[in-house]
């Protein structure tokens, strides 16, 4: 099925290890986000971007980087990790008329800390 | 900065019972839209409303946005299990949306 695909589901790091968690679309998407995930905060975000090459940082970018080196794939890079970064990560995806159609969501990555 | 502000943030209510849940700001949107998430998953989009006090009904789910879209309900007739999850509310403010704090709905059988 067509949509926003994340790996991995799970991942449990020590702190200062570095990891990168993959997400991939195939509905030929220009718009690509990430976003952090805390209990009673919402969805807060991270890094976005508008087409390959080109990224921004969003509301939350500290201790995170990204790249867009295809329309289809917008990793997240975790560098020395810390605890502070404990949460569920999504990435998702959307056309030019987000105002209408929305952002289809991948299913997630819960990243522990420790 | 929080722009939208739902409540309540927790709601559990029995099958049957009818419920409205509110998302509100200070800040204006040029449109607004609301989400459903289930355990385990990512948020799905169940509606889009752009114009002042536009009201869309999707089934049971009823949802109106605000004359100055500054802020919008979601009310559900006739509760059931399978409408169980994390409802969020997201704003567009210029090319962002900003997602609301959540409220998560239980309904017991």
């Known amino acids: 099925n067509a949509g926003v695909t994340q790996t991995p589901k799970f991942r449990i790091l020590k702190i200062g290890q570095s990891m990168t968690l993959q997400c991939a679309q195939d509905m030929n998407h220009n718009y690509m986000y990430w976003y952090r995930q805390d209990p009673g905060m919402g969805l807060k975000l991270i890094y976005y971007s508008v087409g390959a090459g080109i990224t921004d940082k969003g509301e939350v970018p500290n201790g995170y980087n990204v790249s867009r080196s295809t329309t289809e794939d917008f990793p997240l890079r975790l560098e020395l990790a810390a605890p502070s970064q404990t949460s569920v990560y999504f990435c998702?995806?959307?056309?030019?008329?987000?105002?209408?159609?929305?952002?289809?969501f991948g299913s997630g990555t819960r990243l522990t800390v420790v | 900065t929080q722009l939208l502000e739902q409540s309540p943030q927790f709601l559990s209510i029995q099958e049957g019972e009818n419920l409205t849940v509110y998302c509100n700001s200070s800040s204006v949107f040029s449109s607004l839209q609301w989400y459903r998430q289930e355990p385990g998953e990512g948020p799905v989009l169940l509606v889009t409303?752009?114009?002042?006090?536009e009201v869309k009904k999707l089934k049971r789910l009823t949802f109106q946005f605000g004359d100055a879209r500054k802020d919008s309900s979601l009310h559900i007739t006739a509760a059931q299990p399978g409408d169980t999850g994390l409802y969020l509310c997201a704003g567009a403010h210029g090319n962002q949306f900003y997602f609301g704090t959540g409220t998560s709905l239980t309904v017991i059988p």
């Open positions: 409303v752009v114009t002042g006090g």
């Open positions: 998702a995806s959307s056309s030019d008329r987000a105002h209408y159609y929305g952002y289809t």
